[in-house]
């Protein structure tokens, strides 16, 4: 299953998010969906949460480029809240006027599973992201699904390390900023990592939007074949 004429057309002026835990491989598909959604017409706008904005990249580096042990999780989750309202202002919402396909790596479902697993009450969230994006909730947000030491592998880190050992051991969950050395998400324990993958499967029974799960797994081309085939049959 490729993506055509007709899936660009569906998607156009839509508001797509992929997420899921660290290693699923969301990079890579989002910029195999945004190619074939170009070559069959549409005119995407590609974005990231948090950040995608210079105010919000201001917050991302804070948010992602430091240790947060002495961070409150109600002030991480609204510091996330504040780069996406930022985002959703700047960037996303003239796209959509636009008719564009906005897709964007990450967004209320990541503080759904992240500062959950933190922690954080799951049932004030939703209250949270409604004060800080409105009605601009993702038309479908697809959580790529891998095991957590299949995330591990693919970002070089080892299960048994409380933090990656390089700048390049990275995972996908963020871009760092050229004085940072690790992700602070990624830095913390496997059970933490194993709780954000309870939470994303847990994700289409508690958010307001639709959340598709797609097995992560298997070569990139495999993946990229799973998420067309439910874009194809999905109800926006």
């Known amino acids: 299953m490729t993506v055509d004429a007709d899936i660009a057309a569906k998607l156009s002026g839509r508001f797509l998010v992929f997420d899921g835990p660290d290693g699923c491989g969301k990079t890579t598909q ?6 074939a959604l170009i070559d069959a017409g549409a005119t995407v706008v590609k974005t990231h949460d948090p950040g995608g904005t210079d105010i919000g990249d201001r917050i991302r580096r804070v948010l992602l480029g430091y240790d947060l ?20 202002s700047e960037v996303i919402e003239p796209a959509l006027a636009d008719g564009s396909v906005v897709i964007c790596s990450r967004f209320i479902s990541a503080t759904y599973a992240y500062q959950g697993a933190a922690g954080y009450d799951v049932g004030d969230l939703m209250t949270v992201g409604n004060v800080a994006v ?7 947000t697809i959580v790529l699904d891998v095991p957590v030491e299949t995330g591990f592998d693919r ?13 390049s051991s990275s995972g996908d969950q963020g871009e760092l900023f050229m004085d940072a050395t690790v992700d602070a998400m990624e830095s913390r324990p496997t059970e933490f990592h194993r709780k954000v993958r309870e939470n ?37």
């Open 200 to 236: 994303f499967l847990a994700l289409p029974e508690r958010y307001p939007k639709p959340v598709h799960i797609v097995d992560g797994s298997g070569d990139a081309d495999v993946v990229h074949g799973r998420v067309a085939e439910l874009l194809r049959h999905v109800a926006l």
């Open 134 to 140: 409105g009605d601009v909730w993702p038309d479908l």
């Open 69 to 88: 042990s002495q961070m409150d999780v109600r002030c991480e989750t609204l510091l996330f809240m504040a780069s996406r309202a930022q985002l959703v």
């Open 30 to 35: 989002i910029s195999l969906l945004q190619n």
């Open 155 to 167: 970002t070089g880190r080892k299960p048994h390390h409380a933090r990656a050992s390089s700048r």
